[in-house]
């Protein structure tokens, strides 16, 4: 095969399949006698292999564990296929966590709003973080605290824990403060969690798309190992 056949099944340029070897991504090519690659059914399978693991694991994973395998390091490539599967996992049990605790947020209840008042180390004592974090929460737009006049100390109301819960089950999670601050804001200016329905129902959608990819890939990667050794 010439580097444009590899490249035709999958509407690629012949650059990115040259790219995708020298990358590592792909086994070296034989070479012509004037210097030409000479692509066969082995390449073919580790580009396929190659392109379904990137939207199972992303760009870097998958080139990681292409890399893995082409080094003879089988076992590293495993590892990453179950990182892979635990961040997978890891997402799924944070997405079901703040389901739960958007059903458990007061918005849609009366609340007490003369007892629903933290200081800033009564808050953080909830939580179980240290008051640094909440100081940095707020830095990042995810708390919003009132300030007592004179004093200037912060004074968090019930929709400021409610933000503070959420984020907090987000960031153990794994997830950045950017994102959070996203998902805080849309319940925030919401006012209630009606419209983060949408977001977690496609949030939903990725991780399924993302586990069906997982799969996909396991296949293809298998095909390519099988080929290997044959």
Do not use: F
């Amino acid at each position: 095969m010439r580097p444009a056949d590899l490249a035709r099944e999958h509407g690629l340029s012949t650059q990115a399949v040259r790219n995708y070897e020298q990358d590592g991504c792909l086994p070296p090519a034989e070479r012509t006698a004037s210097g030409y690659r000479v692509y066969t059914e082995v390449h073919a399978a580790a580009l396929r292999a190659y392109l379904a693991l990137i939207p199972a694991y992303g760009h870097a994973t998958a080139g990681q564990i292409m890399n893995s395998v082409h080094a003879g390091d089988l076992d590293s490539a495993l590892i990453a296929i179950d990182r892979g599967h635990h961040r997978l996992l890891r997402d799924r049990d944070t997405l079901d966590a703040v389901k739960d605790a958007i059903d458990h947020l007061p918005a849609d209840r009366p609340v007490d709003h003369a007892v629903a008042r933290r200081t800033i180390g009564e808050l953080a004592h909830q939580l179980r973080v240290t008051p640094a974090t909440l100081r940095n929460w707020e830095d990042a737009g995810i708390l919003t605290p009132h300030r007592e006049s004179g004093t200037g100390y912060r004074v968090y109301r019930a929709p400021d824990i409610r933000d503070a819960e959420l984020a907090h089950l987000l960031r153990r999670g794994g997830y950045p403060l950017e994102h959070i601050a996203t998902v805080v804001r849309q319940v925030r200016t919401a006012g209630d969690v009606d419209a983060l329905a949408g977001a977690l129902d496609d949030w939903q959608r990725k991780l399924t798309a993302r586990g069906l990819a997982m799969l996909k890939a396991a296949t293809r990667l298998n095909e390519y190992l099988s080929l290997r050794e044959a």
